[in-house]
């Protein structure tokens, strides 16, 4: 999964992805099973009045950016996608904070390690 791009005006998953995008995310970190549209469309459509094929080309973009994973399955009428995170919340989190200790660290040197050591 990569985010290149922090939006610190923002909490959350929405200071990295777009609203949709955190709606799927968190979808599909509710449970271990892997999902398929429709039950992502059910789960996202609650919150927000989305049509199905919205949701079907959101989660194909997302998994060609790398933030979600799928698996191709047989069914009833072809071919079938089920989606699930590639990473976990607690992954991503660690991801994250790996990368942006690294760009403070390049950018400004150990004074920036230093004081988050100090006020964390």
């Known amino acids: 999964m990569e985010v ?3 939006n610190f005006e923002k909490e959350g998953l929405n200071s990295l992805v777009g609203g ?3 709606d ?7 449970g271990a099973e892997k999902k398929n549209c429709r039950q992502v469309y059910n ?4 919150k ?8 079907s080309v959101t989660l194909d973009r997302m998994h060609a950016r790398g933030l979600v994973e799928r698996d191709i399955e047989k069914g009833k009428g072809g071919l079938k996608y089920n989606y699930y995170a590639g990473l ?3 992954e991503l989190a660690n991801k994250l904070s790996k990368k942006f200790v690294g760009f403070l660290k390049r950018t400004f040197g150990e004074a920036s390690i230093a004081y988050l050591k100090k006020n964390i």
């Open 4 to 6: 290149s791009k922090i």
């Open 20 to 22: 949709l995008e955190a």
């Open 24 to 30: 799927i995310l968190s979808c599909l970190w509710q």
């Open 43 to 46: 789960s996202v459509k609650r």
């Open 48 to 55: 927000n009045r989305i049509a199905y094929t919205t949701i």
């Open 88 to 90: 976990s919340k607690e």
